[in-house]
C-alpha cells in the first residue's frame, strides 16, 4: 500500500482485509516520514518504507525506487489510500492495472486535491466516494466502485467528511476483495468499463 497521512483507509484494510480470504498487506511505502499511516502499519506488523522526494534526484528516479521496493515483495495489488503525490509514468506503466486508488468525490467529478471543498463550494447536493484504477491522469482511471454521499443540508464540511470517511472505509476493502477473488475485470469492448463479477 502507499500512503501520505493519517491512514485511516490502511487502518481500514488491516482490520477487515489483512489477514483474511488469502489477503495479505505485504509493505506500506510513504513520501512522508512522519505520516501516521507508518505507525498503523508498524503497529499491525508490516513492513514499511519511505520514499522521500527529497532523497532523490527527481520524481522518476524516486519512483523506480520505490517501484523496485514493492516488488521485491511481490504485491498482487498496490493500494493508494491517501498518497498525496503524482505518480510517474513509468510507475503508473509498471503497475498498469495492478494498482488502485480512493478519492472522496464521485469521478469524474472533483478530481485532485480537497474534493470535498470543491463539491462544497460548487454546490452540489450528493457527492460520493470513488475507487479506481490507477492511469496517467488525475484521479482519471478505470471506475471500480462508486457510493453516492448526500451533501447535509447546512453543508457542514466536518460531517460531510466523517460520512465520505465512513462510506471509504467499507468500499476500499469491498474492492480489494473483489479483486483479489479475480471477480474483477476489463470489458472487452471498452477497457474504461470496469466488470465486476463473471455474469455483470
Ligand atoms: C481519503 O479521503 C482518500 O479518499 C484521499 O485521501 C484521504 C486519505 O485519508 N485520497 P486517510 O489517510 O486514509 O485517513
Given amino acids: 500500500m502507499l500512503a501520505s497521512g493519517t491512514g485511516t483507509n490502511l487502518q481500514a484494510i488491516l482490520d477487515e482485509v489483512h489477514g483474511r480470504d488469502g489477503i495479505e498487506v505485504v509493505c506500506v511505502a510513504s513520501n512522508k ?9 508498524a503497529d499491525a506488523g508490516v513492513e514499511t518504507g519511505v520514499f522521500e522526494r527529497a532523497e532523490f534526484a527527481d520524481r ?6 520505490m517501484g523496485d521496493w514493492l516488488e521485491e515483495r511481490d504485491p498482487g495489488l498496490i493500494v493508494l489510500a491517501g498518497y498525496m503525490e503524482l505518480l510517474s509514468d ?3 506503466e509498471r503497475f498498469r492495472d495492478r494498482a488502485i486508488n480512493i478519492h472522496p468525490a464521485l469521478l469524474p467529478s472533483f478530481p485532485g486535491l480537497d474534493a470535498v471543498g470543491q463539491a ?3 454546490g452540489v447536493k450528493v457527492t460520493g466516494v ?3 484504477f ?8 478505470p471506475i471500480i466502485l462508486q ?3 448526500a451533501v447535509p443540508d447546512d453543508r457542514d464540511r466536518d460531517a460531510l467528511e466523517r460520512e465520505i470517511h465512513r462510506v471509504e472505509h467499507e468500499l476500499l476493502p469491498e474492492a480489494v476483495r473483489l479483486i483479489a477473488a479475480g471477480t474483477v475485470s476489463f470489458d472487452a469492448a471498452n477497457p474504461r468499463v470496469v ?3 463473471s455474469g455483470s
Fill in 33 to 41: 516520514p512522519d505520516a501516521p499511516a507508518l505507525r498503523r502499519a
Fill in 60 to 65: 522518476e528516479t524516486r519512483d523506480r525506487a
Fill in 90 to 92: 513509468a510507475f503508473v
Fill in 120 to 122: 462544497l463550494d460548487h
Fill in 130 to 132: 470513488t475507487v479506481h
Fill in 134 to 141: 490507477v492511469d496517467e491522469g488525475v484521479d482519471s482511471g
Fill in 147 to 149: 457510493r453516492a454521499v
Fill in 195 to 197: 466488470r465486476l463479477g
